[in-house]
């Protein structure tokens, strides 16, 4: 399935690199071999679909899913005792980028389900655990998180989706928007106020598993972003939803922590290796143009005044990358590290946003062109703001951090409990 003339120029070569020097102290022999093999999955499954993604923003792009199922990479955090891969943050990070130089959707598809399986990881039972995550690992079920609501937003103390208890039951009821996979996921980890008005959002939020085919659960029709097309970020609406006690992750009340946990140690170090593939591919279109397009007797590429500004995205994107691996392999070392994944979804975003605007400039006119590839990359961009805490969100926490302000250090609290990787406790 080879695109047509028309469709290459808006596909960014997938052409398998080896991973650059600067990574070799994060990267294992086995994180190599990952990286080669998504650099190859990405030419050979993604790109030749990427320009139809592109062109066809009203359908959810469901094969790509399946093809990445199929190699577990969904489960890539998960131990290998549920079928998992167990190749942890760093090895996620690898695929997540890799997979994004070619096509940010088919990225946004993948690391939107790890977030959610990082949640079971910590908080279900090995019981749970042993029930959803095969699942996950075989590429039988896709997994979405629902926490961001119409009138709330991201804002977890606000959320209205209120579960009632009824019996042995929960009774589950509201409406949550902007949910990844809304489209594909086979269940939902739905995070609703189990709580009496007045009582802290510390103990207010109590997260269940809700499967897709749970009556009174709905999915509207998908609804085309500005970016991302073939990913699907839609709405769920619970209409008395009931779900079994079997189904409430970590305890009642502690539905805060799974929603918190699950975007720091997930959710903002995907969207960095998101924004990073996004990045990489804007230099390398970017000084691919100039060296080709020809001006003065040479190329445009000679040009001090355009060397300067691509030496400006190359910065950028050169520290992005570090801050996107190191931040992860203090994660994989156990060390704490919540302010080093922040940092890098928010500086990962702005330095890939800042390199995509200049890239517009250097391209003139050709860069409004619909068909190029650029215009898809500068759309793609903006789906990494919002998600896990928007810029002002980003920069709150790390005041936190500068002034010593005591909060929850979720990557050394979870790392040191390593409740997944201990033997089942209900063996002999």
């Known amino acids: 399935m080879r695109p047509s003339p028309r469709e290459r120029e808006t596909t960014m070569p997938a052409t398998p690199t080896?991973?650059?020097?600067?990574?070799?102290?994060?990267?294992?022999?086995?994180?190599?071999?990952?990286?080669?093999?998504?650099?190859?999955?990405?030419?050979?499954?993604?790109?030749?679909?990427?320009?139809?993604m592109e062109a066809a923003p009203g359908r959810v792009e469901r094969k790509v899913a399946d093809l990445m199922a199929a190699r577990g990479w969904f489960a890539v955090t998960v131990p290998a005792a549920f079928g998992g891969?167990?190749?942890?943050?760093?090895?996620?990070?690898?695929?997540?980028?890799?997979?994004?130089?070619?096509?940010?959707?088919?990225?946004?598809?993948?690391?939107a389900t790890l977030i959610p399986v990082g949640g079971l990881l910590h908080f279900a039972t090995y019981e749970q655990k042993g029930r959803w995550l095969p699942r996950v690992a075989d590429g039988s079920l896709l997994l979405s998180i629902a926490v961001t609501e119409p009138r709330?937003?991201?804002?977890?103390?606000?959320?209205?989706?209120?579960?009632?208890?009824?019996?042995?039951?929960?009774?589950?009821?509201?409406?949550k928007v902007h949910i990844g996979n809304s489209h594909l996921a086979g269940a939902h980890l739905v995070v609703a106020r189990t709580a009496e008005a007045g009582v802290s959002t510390s103990q207010a939020l109590t997260a269940f598993m809700v499967e897709s085919d749970r009556p009174g659960l709905s999915v509207s029709d998908h609804r085309p972003g500005l970016g991302l097309h073939g990913f699907s970020a839609g709405r769920l609406d619970l209409d008395h939803v009931r779900v079994p006690e079997d189904n409430?992750?970590?305890?009642?009340?502690?539905?805060?922590?799974v929603a918190q946990s699950s975007s720091i140690l997930y959710g903002r170090p995907n969207l960095a290796a998101l924004s990073l593939g996004i990045h990489e591919a804007v230099v390398a279109t970017t000084t691919s143009r100039l060296k080709a397009r020809?001006?003065?007797?040479?190329?445009l590429s000679d040009l001090p005044v355009l060397r300067d500004r691509?030496?400006?995205?190359?910065?950028?994107?050169?520290?992005?990358?570090?801050?996107?691996?190191?931040?992860?392999?203090?994660?994989?070392?156990?060390?704490?590290?919540?302010?080093?994944?922040?940092?890098?979804?928010?500086?990962?975003?702005?330095?890939?946003?800042?390199?995509?605007?200049?890239?517009?400039e250097l391209h003139g006119a050709h860069a409004l062109d619909r068909g190029y590839v650029l215009q898809r990359l500068w759309r793609d961009i903006q789906h990494t703001y919002p998600p896990a805490g928007t810029g002002e969100v980003q920069r709150i926490r790390l005041a936190d951090a500068a002034?010593?302000?005591?909060?929850?250090?979720?990557s050394e609290r979870l790392a040191a409990e390593a409740s997944w990787a201990r033997p089942d406790p209900t063996a002999a």
């Open 18 to 52: 080896t991973p650059p020097p600067a990574l070799r102290p994060y990267l294992t022999a086995r994180h190599e071999l990952l990286w080669d093999e998504a650099d190859v999955f990405a030419e050979e499954h993604i790109a030749p679909r990427a320009a139809r």
């Open 85 to 111: 891969l167990g190749a942890g943050h760093v090895a996620k990070t690898v695929l997540v980028h890799r997979i994004a130089r070619v096509s940010a959707a088919a990225a946004a598809i993948l690391q």
């Open 152 to 175: 709330a937003g991201g804002h977890i103390g606000g959320i209205e989706t209120t579960a009632e208890r009824a019996r042995n039951q929960w009774v589950i009821t509201g409406s």
């Open 248 to 257: 409430v992750v970590g305890e009642i009340g502690q539905g805060l922590s």
């Open 294 to 299: 020809a001006r003065y007797r040479g190329a």
């Open 310 to 360: 691509i030496g400006d995205m190359e910065a950028r994107l050169r520290a992005g990358r570090i801050l996107a691996y190191q931040s992860v392999h203090l994660l994989d070392q156990g060390l704490p590290c919540d302010a080093d994944l922040i940092n890098a979804k928010y500086l990962g975003h702005q330095w890939a946003m800042q390199s995509t605007q200049d890239a517009m």
């Open 403 to 410: 002034f010593n302000e005591d909060h929850i250090q979720w």
